[in-house]
């Protein structure tokens, strides 16, 4: 699956009047449900505490109904950068390990002929599907022994762990796409495996490494019960965690307009990631599933 | 010559390989193998959380824990319910992904939004949009005039599981549609074509050729999505905390406040094991179907 969705490619043939009506129905309808509650989240984040509250629903504040206000008290009330701050140096250490770890592994499978190449990929295959509250319990023991609760480490680690399968599945079915003539003209030009590996196929797997970074970069922005686990310390907690955390004083004080913003602070930093690689993101995805 | 050349490549195949085995061993077997041995001692408040085997009682427990099986039946009721939704609508979706029309590069951007969207947050989202009082859910309803005073959604325990269903199919939907896009796009339009003549209807391509194709990426997003639904922990402990009265409370959420709560370590571990084994289960199955679909795709074309 190496080519994203390409443009203009007709695949359907119906008759024309009637696609003529139910498609822009149906794109339409497709649209609705996948920003209908980010748009509601967003609106909420802007309102004032008074349109907040209003019944019926305010669908169209006036000039009057919006504010920044939220964002302000979001940012009394708690550390929000701190969480961003968090959030980015674990996704970011753990998707750079992931790839360190990964991409070699992969290389190997997909290149050179190792005993018990397929119970090392059944068993990467296998764990892809194992959800996380399975480890957590194991993981916690490990946290302990070593000291590492309340330290990055004890998220770095797991969240590089199970970005690996994804990371081995999609690199891998990249290096068995990429033509062998390169590798074989540099050993005979003498190059050791290491140096061949560094100099001549490195610069030619960086955007395979890129699409499946972001892949990796978003999973681990996103996870929950490792970070909900193993930090308990407030200025060290990551976005997902922090933001499920954000109670009222009491029980039946729920901020929504804060809420709001937190959660529309926290996405942003994906929405970009989709925006900007759409396509590589479905690539990685495509190609991690399918050819897994 | 060649010998020592292969005995380099392979030297060099175990170095790449064996820091990524060691770190999925570290973090995916041990807690699994950990859990086993665990499960056949007591550890909890009782006896100061020093462990004391006691053999297969935690399993014998198991059996007797309705709470357990409460869970379990939700976990099943979710799982069954998400997953049947999001493979219908993702199907929709892939097919409407896959016509020609302006802006379609935009509209493929909006489709996969959801899926990359932190789960947390996107449950706080649809705690606010399922609220009693502001929600906008009731608001609709009531503008529409089918309801007189708002639901409690999230108050009610059966009302709390189909909130939960509906969030869960927002956010998951879309990594559907993306597998099954990919499959619509590799199935030759000539195919179509020939339907077309024959002067099938779209229903009638629909099920002779498009269902038939993308069999195999149907069954793999189904093995993906059961197994992530049946471990499902983020977004309903946000939403409803597993609430009301136990309503929502799935198996990862039991095991989660058996450990994180009661300090039960054995018998969590016995939870856990339990739903590992469940797991492999229903994966296995999922897989031989898997198994025969491809089969039966690569003699169809």
């Known amino acids: 699956m190496t080519t994203a969705f390409p443009e203009n490619q007709q695949t359907t043939v119906h008759r024309p009047s009637i696609r003529r009506f139910i498609l822009p129905i149906a794109v339409a309808l ?3 449900f996948c920003l209908a509650p980010i748009l509601w989240e967003l609106l909420t984040s802007f309102k004032t505490d008074d349109a907040i509250a209003e019944i019926p629903n305010v669908y169209f504040p006036g000039p009057n109904q919006l504010t920044l206000d939220q964002y302000q008290k979001l940012f009394e009330r708690r550390p929000f950068l701190n969480y961003l701050f968090n959030s980015f140096l674990v996704s970011l250490a753990s998707t750079v390990l992931a790839l360190g770890i990964g991409a070699p592994a992969a290389y190997a499978l997909a290149r050179l002929k190792l005993q018990g190449e397929r119970i090392i990929l059944a ?10 509250i399975l480890l957590f319990l194991g993981l916690l023991d490990i946290v302990r022994y070593l000291n590492l609760g309340n330290n990055y480490l004890s998220l770095i680690i797991p969240y590089t762990a199970i970005n690996l399968p994804l990371t081995i599945l999609v690199m891998r079915s990249f290096f068995q796409q990429l033509p062998k003539d390169l590798e074989d003209a540099a050993r005979v030009d003498g190059y ?9 196929v490195l610069p030619m797997t960086l955007p395979a490494l890129a699409t499946t970074g972001i892949l990796t970069f978003i999973a681990a922005w996103n996870e929950f019960i490792f970070a909900l686990t193993f930090i308990t310390r407030e200025d060290m907690k990551t976005v997902p965690v922090a933001g499920a955390q954000l109670g009222g004083a009491s029980p039946f004080e729920i901020p929504f307009g804060p809420i709001a913003a937190a959660t529309v602070l926290g996405t942003i930093p994906l929405v970009l990631l989709v925006l900007i690689f759409q396509r590589r993101i479905v690539q990685g995805l495509t190609s991690g599933a399918v050819k897994g | 010559m060649v010998d020592y050349v292969r005995a380099q490549e392979r030297r060099t195949g175990w170095l790449l390989t064996i820091p990524a085995i060691a770190v999925l061993a570290l973090v995916f077997a041990y807690p699994i193998l950990r859990a086993v041995w665990q499960s056949f001692f007591t ?4 006896n100061q959380l020093s462990p004391a085997f006691t053999g297969l009682d935690n399993y014998a427990r198991m059996a007797q824990d309705g709470r357990f099986w409460n869970t379990l039946w939700n976990t099943t009721i979710f799982t069954l319910a998400t997953v049947s939704l999001e493979l219908v609508l993702g199907m929709g979706i892939a097919l409407v992904l896959n016509q020609s029309f302006r802006g379609r590069g935009i509209v493929r951007t909006i489709a996969i939004l959801p899926w990359a969207l932190p789960t947390a947050l996107i449950a706080l989202a649809w705690t606010w949009i399922f609220n009693d009082q502001y929600g906008v859910v009731n608001d609709i309803l009531l503008r529409l005039g089918l309801i007189q005073t708002g639901i409690n959604w999230l108050g009610n325990p059966t009302l709390a599981m189909i909130s939960v269903i509906v969030a869960d199919v927002w956010k998951t939907t879309p990594f559907i549609s993306i597998l099954l896009l990919a499959g619509l796009q590799s199935i030759p339009s000539d195919l179509y074509e020939a339907q077309a003549i024959d002067g099938a209807s779209p229903w009638q391509s629909f099920r002779q050729v498009t269902l038939p194709l ?13 197994a992530q639904a049946f471990g499902i922990f983020d977004l309903i402990s946000v939403m409803t905390g597993g609430g009301p009265g136990g309503g929502t409370e799935t198996v990862s959420l039991y095991i989660y406040a058996t450990v994180m709560r009661y300090l039960d370590f054995g018998y969590g571990a016995a939870l856990v ?11 296995a199955i999922a897989s031989f179907f898997l198994n025969r679909s491809r089969k039966r795709a690569s003699g169809a074309v």
């Open chain 1, 192 to 200: 050791s495996t290491p140096r061949m590996l560094l100099d001549i």
């Open chain 1, 30 to 32: 497709t649209v609705l």
């Open chain 2, 43 to 46: 550890i909890n408040l009782g």
């Open chain 1, 123 to 132: 068993g990467v295959l296998i764990v892809t599907l194992f959800p996380p």
């Open chain 2, 214 to 226: 993308l069999l195999p990426q149907i069954v793999i997003a189904l093995l993906f999505r059961l």
């Open chain 2, 273 to 283: 094991v339990v739903t590992f084994l469940l797991l492999v289960l229903v994966v």
